[in-house]
């Protein structure tokens, strides 16, 4: 059996700087202090595990808000993730006196910045993401009475705005189809709204890439499940084979390459080289 590794795939720049980070946090820590992740760094189990090994204490979500999620932190250096924060979690950590490492991608820092200035200007702020996403999150949090998050089509034929100053942008992660689809229906209706497409490059060079590049019979897409950017890449890739989404060399079925002559390869922007190489190897030698 063939694999085609994707050209443009794994680790985007956002989150080698958020490793680094750590990592450098790690080796500094000379009071051997604990040090906690505000959720998941990158949306990755596999690299969640790697640096538990390391003495990182990684704070799972379940199902709360990074504000709640301080309640468990008394002391030690907190690391808060490549995704960003709300202004009100540094608030907090300030008032606890609590060190912190901000490991918020320089993209992400972008189009918070640009949402702060339009605020400022009296705009109402439409925001394409995902619900309960960490981004999206920190982005809502700004201001929730005027920044709007949109997920879908239907959520966007029922948005309601009374502010003809409107400004549009996006989560770095959204999959380019359906975002043109939402734009064109939001351009219909505030016709005069300005657009920043908040896209982080590297996500659409991968979803490019793949759309360019699949080939055979079969994709597999390399990423943890609550990852955006893999998900995105599955939904892509079925579009044109059937595509699967793992994580380990143990979540893949040998039913699924009965036939198959060839396979494409990519995975996410969170997804460790390490994992994409472990993957790769046994596929082919089936």
């Not at 200035?117 to 996403?133: A, P, Q, R, W």
């Not at 998900?231 to 039913?255: A, C, D, F």
Request: hydrophobic letters at 35%.
């Amino acid at each position: 059996m063939k694999v085609i590794k994707v050209s443009k795939q794994g680790f985007c720049n956002g989150v080698k700087r958020a490793l680094d980070l750590v990592f450098q946090t790690v080796k500094e820590n000379q009071k051997n202090e604990p040090i906690y992740i505000l959720g998941e760094l990158m949306n990755n189990e596999f690299v969640s595990h790697k640096l538990n090994e390391l003495g990182v204490i990684t704070i799972k979500a379940n199902s709360r808000k990074r504000v709640e999620m301080l309640e468990d932190i008394t002391s030690g250096i907190v690391i808060l993730t490549a995704h960003g924060v709300s202004p009100e979690v540094k608030k907090i950590l300030d008032k606890k006196n609590l060190k912190y490492v901000d490991t918020t991608c320089p993209f992400i820092n972008k189009t918070e910045d640009k949402i702060k200035s339009y605020l400022i200007k009296g705009y109402d702020v439409i925001y394409i993401g995902k619900h309960n996403h960490p981004e999206s999150e920190g982005i809502i949090d700004i201001n929730p009475n005027k920044i709007h998050l949109i997920t879908s089509l239907d959520e966007t034929n029922s948005l309601s705005i009374n502010n003809e100053k409107i400004f549009i942008t996006t989560q770095t992660t959204i999959r380019e189809k359906l975002l043109k689809e939402i734009l064109k229906t939001l351009m219909n209706h505030y016709p005069n709204a300005v657009y920043y497409n908040g896209v982080c490059n590297s996500t659409t060079l991968r979803q490019e890439a793949l759309i360019n590049e699949i080939t055979g019979d079969l994709c597999i897409v390399v990423g943890d499940m609550i990852s955006s950017n893999a998900n995105e890449l599955q939904k892509i890739g079925n579009q044109y084979l059937p595509t699967y989404l793992v994580n380990s060399v143990e979540e893949i079925k040998k039913e699924w390459f009965e036939g198959v002559k060839v396979v494409t390869l990519t995975s996410a922007a969170s997804t460790p080289d390490e994992l994409t190489d472990s993957i790769y190897e046994y596929l082919i030698k089936l």
